[in-house]
């Protein structure tokens, strides 16, 4: 069981947006603005796509978004296109001891 | 651009150590922290540990007990190992970069090696 509660599943049309919810404790997700988000593709590493909650790396497209309220973190895809589909799984700083924890991941659907 | 390559069995028996290394081209391994995580089939990701370029470490408590990690920058590589392995430990385990002053996010992964554990 993952630490961090994400949907198993998500789906959108082609441009539509798409939010994906990630909701741990006030040890985690609430308690610190270090929110992650990584991108996998069937067979393919994790993809760093969001960090710091809403930050994006180099060559991320402004279609990925970041935002928390409270104990739940919210990546947006907007403008869904077909590539965007893939494994989400969300990250949180959890204090000096454990670190960092996972989500159980979303799988995201372009329709 | 960093790459980090995954290498080490890709079976090993139960109770006995599961022993990986990363190695690091394009890039330098100093003043990085080099991390471990696993990912059983079709489940989510577990962060294992890592380890500074100076030799510092810090373990999932979870695995504490069982984990291990070295680095040797001559080499540009880092190693993990994990003591007593069951069939929990059965998954793809990836090697990770964070810059020293990132806070719980990777930026540049391995591709990932599978390792099974089974008799």
Redesign the interface.
């Known amino acids: 069981q ?1 630490a961090l509660t994400q949907p198993p599943s998500a789906s959108g049309s082609p441009g539509q947006s798409v939010t994906i919810s990630c909701t741990g404790t006030s040890s985690d997700v609430g308690g ?1 603005n ?1 929110v ?1 988000w ?1 991108q996998q593709h069937p067979g ?5 796509i969001i ?2 909650v809403t930050k994006r ?1 180099s060559g991320v497209p402004d279609r990925f978004s970041g935002s928390k309220s409270g104990n739940t973190a919210s990546l947006t895809v907007s403008g869904l296109q077909a590539e965007d589909e893939a494994d989400y ?1 969300c ?4 204090g ?10 979303t799988k995201l659907t372009v329709l | 651009q960093v790459q980090l390559q995954e290498s080490g069995p890709g079976l090993v028996r139960p109770s006995e150590t599961l022993s990986l290394t990363c190695t690091v081209s394009a890039y330098s391994i100093n003043n990085y922290y080099w991390t471990w995580i696993r990912q059983p089939a079709g ?5 294992i540990g ?1 380890i500074f370029s100076s030799g510092r470490t ?1 373990y ?2 979870s695995l504490r007990s069982r984990v291990t990690m070295s680095v040797d920058t001559s080499k540009k590589q880092f190693s993990l190992r994990l003591t007593s392995v069951t069939a929990a430990d059965t998954a793809v385990y ?1 090697c990770a970069r964070a810059d020293e002053l ?6 540049y ?4 090696i599978l390792v099974t554990v089974s008799s």
């Open positions: 993952s610190y270090y992650s990584y393919k590493a994790p993809k760093l960090y710091d790396p799984y990250s949180s700083y959890a000096s001891n454990s670190y960092v924890v996972f989500g159980g991941g | 489940k989510g990701l577990e962060w890592r810090n999932n408590p990836y990132a806070v719980a996010y990777f930026d992964w391995g591709l990932g």
